[in-house]
């Protein structure tokens, strides 16, 4: 072979390349895509999904979604779980940074919807005025971190470079010793930042005559600091699973907890996977085949306790029949198929459990 | 820049505001129902001008705007109907010969922009005489919008054949459903390049202030003593929001804008979104 024929990696020849054998190695695992469709997964493969933390150094997801295929299904049931790799939606950390900020340019925004009393005598006034407030009421704000995994750091950093925060703005954790809230600085709203809520069942659950998960958690421990005070939960990712959920668990836990004042304000929506949904996206479709196919090996999948609380884990946690892959992590709310590993069940995406 | 996000402007104009009407696109005379101006209900005076396009350099808004020399003022631009080359050079006139206490009001229509899908595309800078074409720079860093026609794009890569291509994603609450399709419309002209995923500009246009002050910085970045070598150039798209404020950060940065030629990017039946204010340091 002469040099010219070389095809170096990272280059247009060896992404056709990548596409064509990709297209014969699925071919020979009984499963038929276009070319359109070899270059798409090829691309996001490369752009994305090679990246996924829990892949060991030099491992790809072409690699892994070959085997996965053909490990976990029987030919004739590959076609339809390659419908499942066709709706993924991969969440980089690039993504996730942005995501982060536009977290905070939302409660930015979100003050002004409240702002009053904003002088409107002509433009220069009404700008000045208007950011002047802005930039008093976002400092009378306290962010939490709801979740480990919301790139707090980055996040801190990014506010900081816009306004004069101070340390305690910030709380790195909702579950904090009592003591320790009394150094907050004077608020007048807070932020409750989380990743993901996809089912809602981890931010609110009604179980066993009581309210479990993070938002009474969190009442319970701030209680004291935040009566009256208006309350943001702000996942980054919210699906439509979760919003459901989350209004009427939340309609009646305000109810019962009237002094508490909560609202829902997500960064991104994202709603349940096209292979398994229904007709208007309400809910699972149980007669598409990857609804069967999620039926078919859920004997394989072995619900923990954790997983328990949010019912059967058939098409995901809480039932939200996601296809969403974070590069940090797969959330267990995605369908089963893609993150498990019990039973010799071969991942596509392996998961690590925040609940052992 | 400030961005208003409302349909109607929250505060009073005062007597010395202006409504800029550009001649022709903008005039009543047109007949075209389609090309037919319907112009923002502004109370303020109404100014016609003359475009760049039919007359070299846009004389008189100084002029306009001359008598109010202490009274913070602003003019008023509304896109409809306007070429993005006209566009252009309406902000970098108003950049380089307007006092600092008037500011620029640019009504933001809702919607995506037209873009034109041929292979006309041309290298242009915004002056105040005009957009000057051709003079393409040796070496370019070419910030591209992905929500642009493909082979389009792929065709004005070729044709500027760029150092370096950071391309502009539009990033909004829809973002997980949406970014991927964006991207692999253009999966050739990516690999084609080498380009890099590290090198995707998110644009969040849900907060337009933020996107000029970062994409501005972006732009500015380049350490002039290298300027004659590496040049900005921009091929603006996607949302109305997105598209102008894209093109007001390249006009201020003084880049290069590389675009389909005659491009009416804003139609004349679209509806308020918003209002986008410059202003120079008072």
Same mark, same amino acid.
């Given at each position: ?26 071919s020979d695992l009984g499963v038929k895509i276009s070319d359109d469709d070899a270059a798409r997964i090829s691309f ?313 | ?64 705007? %001359?008598?109010?020399? *202490? !009274?913070? #003022? ?7 109907? @306007?070429?993005? =080359?006209?566009?252009? +050079? ?81 990033? %909004?609450?829809?973002? *997980? !459903?949406? #970014? ?7 999966? @050739?002209?990516? =690999?084609?390049?080498? +380009? ?87």
């Amino acid at each position: 072979m002469v040099d010219t024929e070389k095809i170096i990696p990272y280059t247009v020849s060896s992404f056709k390349r990548q596409i064509k054998l990709l297209k014969e190695e699925l071919s020979d695992l009984g499963v038929k895509i276009s070319d359109d469709d070899a270059a798409r997964i090829s691309f996001l493969a490369r752009r994305k999904y090679d990246r996924y933390d829990h892949f060991f150094p030099g491992e790809t997801f072409e690699s892994r979604l070959l085997k996965w295929l053909g490990i976990n299904f029987e030919k004739d049931e590959r076609q339809t779980a390659f419908e499942i790799v066709q709706g993924l939606k991969f969440v980089s950390a690039y993504e996730m940074r942005e995501l982060s900020k536009m977290a905070f340019e939302k409660a930015r925004f979100g003050i002004l919807d409240v702002l009053k009393d904003v002088p409107t005598t002509d433009w220069y006034t009404y700008i000045e005025s208007r950011n002047r407030k802005i930039e008093e009421e976002i400092m009378k704000s306290v962010f939490v971190a709801f979740a480990d995994d919301i790139g707090f750091d980055f996040f801190r950093r990014y506010a900081d470079t816009h306004y004069f925060f101070e340390k305690e703005n910030f709380v790195e954790y909702y579950k904090i010793h009592k003591s320790s809230l009394d150094e907050l600085p004077k608020f007048n709203r807070i932020f409750l930042l989380d990743q993901l809520s996809a089912s809602g069942t981890t931010a609110i659950r009604y179980s066993e005559g009581k309210w479990e998960g993070k938002i009474p958690t969190f009442r319970e421990i701030w209680k004291d600091y935040i009566e009256g005070t208006p309350v943001y939960y702000c996942p980054y990712i919210l699906s439509s699973v979760s919003e459901k959920n989350l209004k009427a668990r939340l309609g009646q836990y305000l109810q019962e907890n009237s002094k508490m004042r909560i609202f829902i304000n997500p960064t991104c929506r994202i709603s349940i996977s096209s292979c398994v949904t229904n007709k208007d996206g309400t809910g699972i479709d149980e007669n598409k085949p990857v609804s069967r196919l999620c039926r078919k090996y859920y004997d394989r999948f072995k619900p923990d306790e954790h997983i328990q609380k949010g019912g059967s884990a058939c098409y995901g946690y809480g039932g939200a029949g996601l296809t969403l892959v974070l590069q940090s992590n797969c959330p267990n709310d995605s369908i089963y198929l893609l993150w498990h590993s019990f039973n010799d069940w071969y991942p596509l995406f392996p998961r690590v459990s925040h609940h052992r | 820049m400030d961005y208003l996000g409302c349909s109607t402007v929250p505060f009073k104009l005062t007597p010395f505001d202006k409504r800029i009407i550009i001649r022709p696109h903008q005039a009543k005379s047109i007949e075209n129902p389609d090309m037919k101006y319907h112009p923002p209900k502004l109370n303020c005076q109404i100014e016609e001008i003359d475009c760049v396009c039919v007359k070299r350099g846009v004389k008189g808004l100084n002029d306009i705007v %001359s008598p109010l020399k *202490i !009274e913070r #003022t602003m003019l008023w631009l509304d896109p409809r109907l @306007l070429g993005t =080359e006209c566009l252009a +050079s309406f902000i970098i006139n108003w950049k380089k010969h307007v006092m600092p206490n008037v500011a620029l009001g640019i009504i933001v229509p809702d919607g995506c922009v037209n873009q034109k899908t041929d292979l006309t595309y041309e290298i242009w800078k915004a002056e105040d005489s005009g957009p000057i074409y051709g003079g393409s720079p040796k070496e370019s860093i070419w910030y591209p919008s992905l929500a642009r026609d493909s082979s389009s794009l792929l065709h004005a890569m070729q044709k500027l054949d760029p150092y370096d291509i950071f391309p502009l994603i539009e990033f %909004s609450d829809t973002a *997980i !459903e949406l #970014t991927d399709s964006a991207i692999i419309n253009h999966t @050739l002209m990516l =690999e084609e390049r080498g +380009s890099r995923t590290r090198n995707f500009i998110y644009l969040d246009i849900l907060h337009p202030d933020r996107v000029f002050e970062q994409f501005y910085g972006t732009l500015s970045a380049l350490p002039r003593i290298i300027s004659h070598v590496f040049q900005t150039v921009i091929t603006p798209g996607g949302t109305a929001i997105g598209f102008l404020t894209v093109l007001a950060a390249g006009v201020l940065a003084e880049s290069y804008f590389l675009t389909p030629s005659k491009e009416i990017p804003i139609n004349s039946k679209t509806t308020n979104k918003g209002i986008m204010i410059l202003r120079k340091c008072v």
